[in-house]
């Protein structure tokens, strides 16, 4: 039985026609069009630059918004709540959750699978989880491009929901226009994300669980923490404000749509800044393109047979630790 | 109090002096040390070269030996057996959780904590977990160097548990001498890693919670499907076996250490084969190197900053998508 689904999931591949037909439904919004086509960036990454290629000129239309916070702070439902909140904007709006422990992703581990009849019956909002597992190489690649099938299928708002726990989180965050990151009270989640740099990335904080005591605490340190942030310095720059949300009472969902649909605003009137930004972004994406795609073989490429096996031999006898042995691969680039 | 401790985590930084000190203790097995390094090659990347090159003389002893499966196939339990059973072996034996849902790393969300006070309190066991959260950047680099750790202390097995979920995670995998890959009856796990790649990774193939209705089959199944194996072709070569082990009764697990230790021993006397692999790992190690400190390096330095403002500028107006602007960077050193 193994076998013939070896088979099996060898044998679905798009042939041209299909591919013109996936296309043509994508951008018509077709729901099961374009949960194939997710199903197909994430597992058919041979078949993606084409299918992208196709679809790319009707993307750039959707606002993105990377949503990231530790495990257990609340951030399925508030996503729940916020796409509530942004259907009464009349917004489209696409959910893509990378967290492995989200109810989003069927991981409701903790029994707190949340009620999303609401916004999964509703036409106007699509959520999906990238499976992590399966997918070898290019996660922040394939949920890119994930994001791009919704965008050119005419959503306004495209939510990502990832866990704020290593790089690829991180490499995936950047992908978005704004950058909420989520601390709850009482776990010293600011002083972490501090420390792991994942306070660089927010442009908004938003402390969830505000019903929680020490809340207010935690707004104000992160508050005078970010009055002296050196990198607000102009007038008019963005000051990344603090906002205190909660599930239980619905606080600050309102104003933390707002607060997003001000960013997109402030974007929208600061065109060098979102030139910078989607720049920086264009520059990662096409970075994680190569790293995924083409790393191994530019190495191959540039350093010959002979001196790889050279300096392999030499870690292998211990003559040289890998750092000094990959410093030594990539001297001849920075003369 | 935010402020201080940000000041206070900057400050924890070796000098010249201290770094000796640590590799010398290190080197003489001292618990706290070993804790130390290995907080040293997960938060300061920026030391851990110079640190690495101080021990990697004493490193080359130890068999790491990766253990892989998904979440809830009861990895964390099978490995406290193994560490009891390689205790009687009379094994040094150090563990490195990867895992962020496992109960090495306090992640028991599911209350299954089990109870390691037997092996913890062992002064030849030496568990850790890799924090997932904060390691920006190289989580199967630290994963490596935290093993090269043990190894340089004296431990003579090192188990490495990951969650087998995405491409970091074979990359760890990669690094082991043997791989062992967890399935369990009930959840296609089998197929799944089969799509999954994850099975070209495998060594050992293990069905656990065999005390499970269906193990048999899936026993079954993988024996047959491993019959048919293309790359099994020559004589004395090693043959995936698959072995049931049940976390409830103890099933499999003196069958399981063993089969470890007839891997060792396939390794020793197949010296072609173990050091293609060993070649194979030193190169993955070199090159996971090169991906984390020089990779955009090496773009920037190869690509003119021209080049890319020209072909990002093509991106953002929509004239090109990101995969044909990849492969316009990559071009030139293909030809």
């Given at each position: 039985m193994i076998i013939k689904i070896v088979i099996f999931s060898q044998s679905i591949t798009f042939g041209v026609f299909e591919l013109q037909n996936l296309v043509e439904r994508v951008l018509e919004g077709n729901r099961r069009a374009i949960a194939q086509a997710i199903s197909l960036v994430e597992n058919q990454p041979d078949k993606c630059a084409e299918f992208i290629g196709s679809?790319?000129?009707?993307?750039?239309?959707?606002?993105?918004?990377?949503?990231?916070?530790?495990?257990?702070?609340?951030?399925?439902?508030?996503?729940?709540?916020?796409?509530?909140?942004?259907?009464?904007?009349?917004?489209?709006?696409?959910?893509?959750?990378?967290?492995?422990?989200?109810?989003?992703s069927g991981g409701a581990l903790l029994g707190d699978r949340i009620r999303m009849d609401d916004v999964q019956t509703d036409s106007n909002v699509f959520i999906r989880s990238m499976g992590s597992r399966g997918s070898l190489g290019g996660l922040s690649r394939a949920t890119m491009d994930a994001v791009r099938v919704l965008d050119a299928a005419g959503y306004d708002i495209i939510l990502i929901e990832t866990v704020g726990a290593g790089q690829s989180e991180v490499e995936?965050?950047?992908?978005?226009?704004?950058?909420?990151?989520?601390?709850?009270p009482g776990t010293g989640d600011a002083v972490?994300?501090?420390?792991?740099?994942?306070?660089?990335?927010?442009?908004?904080?938003?402390?969830?669980?505000?019903?929680?005591?020490?809340?207010?605490?935690?707004?104000?340190?992160?508050?005078?923490?970010?009055?002296?942030?050196?990198?607000v310095k102009e007038e008019g720059q963005w000051k990344i404000p603090v906002i205190s949300t909660s599930n239980i009472d619905q606080t600050g969902i309102i104003e933390l749509v707002e607060t997003i649909l001000n960013f997109y605003e402030y974007l929208e009137n600061s065109v060098d800044f979102a030139h910078e930004r989607e720049f920086i972004r264009r520059k990662n994406e096409?970075?994680?393109?190569?790293?995924?795609?083409?790393?191994?073989?530019?190495?191959?490429?540039?350093?010959?047979?002979?001196?790889?096996?050279?300096?392999?031999?030499?870690?292998?006898?211990?003559?040289?630790?890998?750092?000094?042995?990959a410093k030594s691969i990539m001297d001849p680039f920075f003369r």
């Amino acid at each position: 039985m193994i076998i013939k689904i070896v088979i099996f999931s060898q044998s679905i591949t798009f042939g041209v026609f299909e591919l013109q037909n996936l296309v043509e439904r994508v951008l018509e919004g077709n729901r099961r069009a374009i949960a194939q086509a997710i199903s197909l960036v994430e597992n058919q990454p041979d078949k993606c630059a084409e299918f992208i290629g196709s679809i790319f000129h009707a993307t750039g239309k959707a606002f993105i918004v990377g949503i990231t916070g530790p495990p257990g702070s609340g951030k399925s439902t508030l996503i729940n709540n916020l796409v509530i909140e942004f259907r009464k904007h009349d917004k489209k709006v696409g959910v893509i959750a990378v967290d492995p422990t989200s109810p989003f992703s069927g991981g409701a581990l903790l029994g707190d699978r949340i009620r999303m009849d609401d916004v999964q019956t509703d036409s106007n909002v699509f959520i999906r989880s990238m499976g992590s597992r399966g997918s070898l190489g290019g996660l922040s690649r394939a949920t890119m491009d994930a994001v791009r099938v919704l965008d050119a299928a005419g959503y306004d708002i495209i939510l990502i929901e990832t866990v704020g726990a290593g790089q690829s989180e991180v490499e995936i965050v950047r992908t978005a226009h704004c950058c909420c990151v989520l601390g709850i009270p009482g776990t010293g989640d600011a002083v972490q994300a501090i420390k792991a740099g994942i306070m660089e990335i927010a442009d908004i904080y938003v402390v969830n669980k505000a019903d929680r005591p020490g809340a207010q605490e935690i707004v104000n340190e992160l508050k005078l923490l970010l009055s002296i942030d050196p990198l607000v310095k102009e007038e008019g720059q963005w000051k990344i404000p603090v906002i205190s949300t909660s599930n239980i009472d619905q606080t600050g969902i309102i104003e933390l749509v707002e607060t997003i649909l001000n960013f997109y605003e402030y974007l929208e009137n600061s065109v060098d800044f979102a030139h910078e930004r989607e720049f920086i972004r264009r520059k990662n994406e096409i970075l994680e393109i190569i790293k995924v795609e083409f790393f191994e073989n530019i190495l191959e490429n540039l350093v010959n047979k002979q001196k790889w096996e050279e300096i392999l031999n030499e870690v292998i006898l211990k003559k040289r630790d890998p750092y000094s042995a990959a410093k030594s691969i990539m001297d001849p680039f920075f003369r």
